[in-house]
């Protein structure tokens, strides 16, 4: 299983000491959750804040932007080297060209769907995306409980990206930790999004790890 802290939970008036945590860790990206008090009601970190981050962080960048209209900042998005730039399939009506322009970016594009938001919406655009993201919980904070029905979501998807030509990873956000890491393991998941779980645990690294394994 692919691992990807979120930094939502991390100690924001110390930070380095986390960033060094995560380098050294078996993490395979660092997940940067961007809130607009607009679409989410919750303001996170912008781009100043990620610049710095960049610089420090050795682990592709995974972005999540729980805002509106984040087409606009396709290339903001890029200038900070990330791998992953992905958006809501909620705040996009013209999805597939956005899609086409973080490709034309340079990025692999990520499409993710709210808790109320069906599987079956994603079918005429999996097969143009890097990577499926399912929120197990409602996107803006941290520390929230996994929504039970998420893995049946996933393994939805699963059957959805099994049965055409999509690539498409399956990444999970919300309420991860090592009992729903399993079920999610088990339906299909590709990556797991932790922030509580590991920046709250004693071991952050082990809590790294006990999702690594599964
Ligand atoms: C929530 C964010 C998540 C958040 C997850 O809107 O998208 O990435 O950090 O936090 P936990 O793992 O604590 O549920
Ligand atoms: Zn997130």
């Not at 100690?11 to 986390?18: C, D, G, I, V």
Request: hydrophobic share 45%; glycine share 6%; charged share 20%.
């Amino acid at each position: 299983m692919k691992v990807s802290p979120s930094l939502l939970s991390a100690n924001f008036a110390n930070l380095l000491p986390e960033l060094e945590m995560i380098n050294r860790s078996n993490a395979d990206y660092l997940h940067l959750d961007v809130m607009d008090g607009v679409f989410v009601s919750n303001i996170s970190f912008g781009f100043p804040v990620m610049k710095a981050v960049s610089k420090v962080c050795t682990k592709p960048l995974d972005v999540h932007l729980m805002i509106v209209e984040p087409d606009k900042w396709i290339s903001q998005v890029r200038d900070l080297g990330a791998e992953i730039m992905n958006v809501h399939q909620e705040a996009c009506p013209h999805l597939h060209s956005v899609v086409q322009r973080i490709h034309n970016a340079g990025m692999k594009a990520g499409v993710t769907i709210n808790p109320a938001t069906p599987v079956a919406t994603l079918v005429d655009i999996v097969e143009d995306v890097d990577l499926i993201l399912i929120m197990s919980v409602n996107p803006g904070f941290g520390g929230q409980p996994f929504i039970e029905h998420s893995v049946k979501k996933v393994r939805e998807l699963r059957a959805l990206i099994d049965s055409t030509d999509s690539h498409a990873l399956i990444e999970v956000d919300g309420g991860v930790n090592d009992r729903t890491g399993a079920l999610l393991a088990e339906a299909g998941a590709d990556i797991l999004v932790a922030g509580s779980y590991v920046f709250g645990a004693e071991n952050p690294e082990a809590a790294i790890d006990s999702l690594a394994v599964l």
